[in-house]
T-cell receptor
Framework: AQSVSQHNHHVILSEAASLELGCNYS??????LFWYVQYPGQHLQLLLK??????LVKGIKGFEAEFIKSKFSFNLRKPSVQWSDTAEYFC???????????FGKGTKLSVIP | DGGITQSPKYLFRKEGQNVTLSCEQN?????MYWYRQDPGQGLRLIYY???????QKGDIAEGYSVSREKKESFPLTVTSAQKNPTAFYLC???????????FGPGTRLTVL
């Protein structure tokens, strides 16, 4: 069974700092990759997804992620964070053709004004 | 996610009682899911259903049961056999056309 690792449990940044959240998965076949975000008190929502094509994927609110197949990684980036980015971020993997998503344990991001 | 309703938002039960969490959707999605979210554990799959009258166990199905009698509804019962039921429960649906999951607002269950 596939697994997803998120390297950081809690990240604290000042506004305007750059962000990179790590995500690695363990599955050798074709996968679909997702980043979800959970803002305080809100629904879990999709930030971005990768199925195929350009490995650099752009999502909402200025986020992007890069799929590096050789490293089994799908790291999330944002050049300049805002206080409103304070949330918990989840990486998820779906084996192509499967109905199931496997989630990482999440990374809490706190942005200090 | 606006098309998925979970009720109630907060639920309190005494130990030993079964409790049923509601999940309703108007997105016309075939697949529905139940996850459990615990601090530092991410989301773990309890059960999922690809189509009406069919469902499969996820990674942590023990102590839970589901039914899927209608496309719109996928209730989850937390039974007294679930050893640690206090958690945040999330229901989701899956869009076939976009292969992504949409989540409801969740129900926070506290067993006293």
């Amino acid at each position: 069974a596939q697994s997803v690792s998120q390297h950081n449990h809690h990240v604290i940044l000042s506004e305007a700092a750059s962000l990179e959240l790590g995500c690695n998965y363990s599955y050798g076949g074709t996968v679909n990759l997702f980043w979800y975000v959970q803002y305080p008190g809100q629904h879990l929502q999709l930030l971005l997804k990768y199925f195929s094509g350009d490995p650099l994927v752009k999502g909402i609110k200025g986020f992007e992620a890069e799929f590096i197949k050789s490293k089994f990684s799908f790291n999330l980036r944002k050049p300049s964070v805002q206080w409103s980015d304070t949330a918990e971020y989840f990486c998820a993997v779906n084996v192509a053709g499967s109905y199931q998503l496997t989630f990482g344990k999440g990374t809490k991001l706190s942005v200090i004004p | 996610d606006g098309g998925i309703t979970q009720s109630p938002k907060y639920l309190f039960r005494k130990e030993g009682q079964n409790v049923t969490l509601s999940c309703e959707q108007n997105l016309n999605h075939d697949a529905m899911y139940w996850y459990r979210q615990d601090p530092g554990q991410g989301l773990r799959l309890i059960y999922y259903s690809q189509i009406v009258n069919d469902f499969q166990k996820g990674d942590i199905a023990e102590g839970y049961s589901v039914s899927r009698e209608k496309k719109e509804s996928f209730p989850l019962t937390v039974t007294s056999a679930q050893k640690n039921p206090t958690a945040f429960y999330l229901c989701a649906t899956r869009s076939d056309s976009h292969n992504e999951q949409f989540f409801g607002p969740g129900t926070r269950l506290t067993v006293l």
